[in-house]
């Protein structure tokens, strides 16, 4: 079993950047696939980014070279660094975790990018 808690949501003009957090409750070097998801209102939730264990990424679309997907497994942490956010980037953003068995998901944190 693992928790997983998001922080580093907010409020921010776009253009500007926020740097998201999700702390798992034990050490995730055991686990393969972890990513970042985001719900925006009246929406599906839809894939950001997400990070295998080797390093190895892979980013939606309409977030590639903007955002940044890394772990920290000394840390228990993965990160998603968001730079150049846009409005349409509003959403909950929620982490994940998989691993050969089960399916995590944190609750959630607040992205506003104001226009």
């Known amino acids: 079993q693992v928790q997983l808690v998001e922080s580093g949501g907010g409020l921010v003009q776009a253009g500007g950047s926020l740097r998201l957090s999700c702390a798992a409750s034990?050490?995730?070097?055991?686990?393969?696939?972890m990513g970042w998801y985001r719900q925006a209102p009246g929406k599906q939730r839809d894939v950001v980014a997400y990070?295998?264990?080797?390093?190895?990424?892979n980013y939606a679309d309409s977030v590639k070279g903007r955002f940044t997907i890394s772990r920290d497994n000394a840390k228990n942490t993965v990160y998603l660094q968001m730079n150049s956010l846009k409005p349409e980037d509003t959403a909950v953003y929620y982490c994940?975790?998989?691993?050969?068995?089960?399916?995590?998901w944190g609750r959630g944190t607040q992205v506003t990018v104001s226009s």
């Open positions: 994940n975790a998989r691993d050969s068995v089960h399916d995590y």
């Open positions: 034990r050490s995730i070097f055991s686990i393969n696939y």
């Open positions: 990070i295998f264990s080797g390093g190895s990424t």
